[in-house]
């Protein structure tokens, strides 16, 4: 895995970290 594969998995993973974080936020407000 070389250095720009590796930026765009960990720009997709830390992404995906804060929609989950929101959702779950969004899901505990009601």
């Known amino acids: 895995m070389d ?3 590796f930026l ?3 720009n997709e993973t ?3 970290e804060e ?3 929101a959702a ?3 899901a ?3």
């Open 3 to 5: 250095m720009d594969e």
């Open 8 to 10: 765009f998995w960990f």
């Open 14 to 16: 830390v992404e995906f």
């Open 19 to 21: 929609a989950k974080a």
């Open 24 to 26: 779950i936020r969004k």
């Open 28 to 30: 505990q407000e009601k």
